[in-house]
Each structure stands twice: as structure tokens, then as C-alpha cells.
């Protein structure tokens, strides 16, 4: 099972460090988005040798292609996808009700179209439960109804309703499985060995040297496959920006006794004044011992704003998506690769970060393989924005560790404000 524990404070931010049954994760953390089970352009061994801690990926679209059933046969998630550190998997409720192929919503679930064959397939709380736990991911999201902004009269009363509704049979069905995985007195001794150490950032175990003229040899599908005993299962919260709904979400939520919540129901495009105040009259209200994620944003001004409220994790696909576009995170500020005023400069993407991109490519070179439109611009991109976000979790846990959080948050945003090429704004589907 999951195990939190908070070991800094500095106000309403926190740090600390949550153990799952594949590592330890440092808080507050950056889930680094691997939708389909890999991070678009970046490897396990790349994003470990950056001091990715958890991978986020999609229980939805894994269900379709390749099936949850083949990947639990060839060992779940982990060893299926290459990544042997903690996994989260989300639910597909936020895309789920904008996804082509939705047949219908009942009180039942989401009943969608296979994009492939046509097949007809009912997404209920319980059977967004089973597949991932077959899965076999160490935190797994429940399925939750999030209406889209703005909100049509009654949309977010149904909404709050309805996912609490489901809340209760996706906990029921979670607690089924648990039981049903209880070890009986001679199967106590875990065959998967100790739990691995912590990813920390910095000491990766990505770099290591490859063997010389030795076959390969992948370790066996049953390493490493997931047990039901450590799937952990979290609420989502909704309600929009109405503190009522919000409160009566988290009440009746939190009641499930789960081992951590999420708010969702923001980034529906709504004003970032409107996320900030939902985040802050929310965040308080969540159990303090718990793991609190704040689902798919966002900005580094977003995200820096929210540890401060005092959430512990984070994921957005922006550092990959933008990547893939030009558009790169600095100290600076953001700024688009593509510009002619970098078509000479030899310095590094970011003169503040150490990924492998900038100690050994120059802006110059980048924006060359951007306009040659060479897969490596967007890989390199990818990387260097992701270590950025990696740096920017790491940054604010020593700032809190160290009691001086709010200070770093401010210089943070002086410094950020400098470069002025403002953030990409294509859609390139994540
Ligand atoms: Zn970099």
C-alpha cells in the first residue's frame, strides 16, 4: 500500500515523500505524461537519468490499443512498458466526455465505440477499476464526470453528484479486488523483492554502461507484474469554482477513506483567476496525511502557485507538446526555437539547466533541426523541457525543506517574465 509522509512545511506549502511498491517519490513531484506508456520522444533510461521520479499514463486509451488483458499477460504496466518506477494511471474521465466514439453517458458509465473495430464498450466506475488494476499502475484514478466550461445551468451539481455516486461503486469494487489479494500465511513472502530506492533527481540509474557482445535479455513478464494490494485508488474532486460544491465534493469523497484525492474539473477553460481561487478553497480542505494532485496543469507560474496551497503532485503535457513544437521552458522565460534571433546564438537552451540538451547543443543547432524538421529537434526539445519541470519540483522542495518558498517562488516569476517570446499556442494532440 501507499505510505505519505510530510517531513517539511513552510506555510500551507509541504514536502515529503510517498512510497509506492516501485519507489519512493519526493513531494511536491512532476508527473512526466506518458499517455500510451511512454513519454513522446523520451525513453525510461533518458527520463531517469533526469531525475523523473512517476510516469502518468492513460487507462482509457491503454484499454483500446493494446488491451489491458495483454498487458497484464505480459506483466503489467511496468515491465510492459519499460519503466520500473511508480506509475499513475489516469481514468480518461476528463477526455472521455469529448472523445469521438462516445455512444452515451448513463448513470451506468461511458459507452464507446472502439476507433478501431467499432466495438462497443461500457466505461462503468467499476470497470475503469478492473482495468487499472489489470494494469497494475501504483496509483489509479477514479472514473468522474467533468463538465465542460462555461457550465450550462446544473451541469456541475450532476457532475459533483454523479461522480460521487461513482466514487462509491469504483471504491467498492477497488476494495473487492483488495480482498480477493490478500495474502494467505504462506504466501506472505513477496517474490518481487525490496522495494527499488528512490529515483532521486540527479542519481539515476538511466546511465549505465551497455553490455558488449552479451544477448539481450528482457527480465520475465512475471517480475514485476502488478498486485491488486498495491493499486492504489484516488478520489476526484469536482465542483468548479462553486465553494458549496467543492465542499460537499470533498466531504462525501473523503469519506471513502481512500489513499489520495485529486481536484480535478480545472483547465476546462475557465479564467486562471477562477483555477486559483477553486485551487485554494479546495486544497485546505483535503486530509492533511493524504497525497493531493492537482490534475493536468499546468504553467511553472501555475504549478509553483499551487505547492504553495500545499499540493503534492502534478502532471501536464506541456513541456512535451511544446517541445514538439519549438517552444522551450527557461529560467528566462518561455521562447520559440523557430526565431531568427537564436539562428546564431551558441549558447545553450537554458544557461540555468543541465539536461543533455543544453550541455551539448546550442540554440543555433536547434533551431536548425526545427526548421529541417528533423526528429531530434522535437526529442531534444521534449527533454530539455521536462528536466525543466523536474528542476522546478526540485527547486521549490529544497526552497520549502528550507523554509524560504514564497521568496523563491517570487524570484522565480522576476526571472521568468524576462524573455518575452510568449507560450506556443498550437494544439498537438498529447
Ligand atoms: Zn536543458
Known sequence: MLSFKVH??????????????????????????????????????????????VLLMNAFHLAWRPGEKLVQELGGLHRFSGWDGPILTDSGGFQIFSLPGLRKITEDGALFASPTDGAVRNFSPEAVVEIETALGADMIMMLDQCPAFPFKPGDLEEAVERSIRWAQRGTKRWRELLRQDMPTPSSTADARGPVSPSPLAGEGRGGGTFGVGLPPTLPSPSRGAG???????????????????????????????????????????????????????????????????????????????????GLDLFDCTLPTRNGRNGMAFTSQGPLRLRNARHAKDAGPLDPACNCYTCRTFSRAFLRHLFLAREMNAAILASLHNVAFYLNLMQGARRAIREGRFEAHRKEFLARYGQAGEGPDESEDEE
Open 227 to 309: 498486485k491488486p494490494a498495491d493499486v492504489n485508488l484516488f478520489g476526484i474532486i469536482q465542483g468548479g469554482f462553486d465553494e458549496k460544491l467543492r465542499a460537499r465534493s470533498i466531504e462525501s469523497t473523503c469519506a471513502l477513506d481512500l489513499p489520495g484525492y485529486a481536484l480535478g474539473g480545472f483547465c476546462v477553460g475557465e479564467p486562471i483567476e477562477a483555477t486559483h481561487a477553486g485551487i485554494a478553497m479546495s486544497a485546505s480542505k483535503l486530509p492533511a496525511d493524504r497525497p493531493r494532485y492537482l490534475m493536468g496543469m499546468g504553467s511553472p507560474q501555475d504549478i509553483l502557485y499551487a505547492i504553495g496551497q
Open 8 to 53: 517539511a512545511h513552510d506555510s500551507t506549502a509541504r514536502s515529503g515523500l510517498l512510497t509506492t511498491a516501485h519507489g519512493v517519490i519526493e513531494t511536491p513531484a512532476f508527473m512526466t505524461v506518458g499517455t500510451l506508456g511512454a513519454a513522446k520522444g523520451l525513453t525510461p533510461a533518458v527520463l531517469r537519468e533526469h531525475g523523473a521520479q
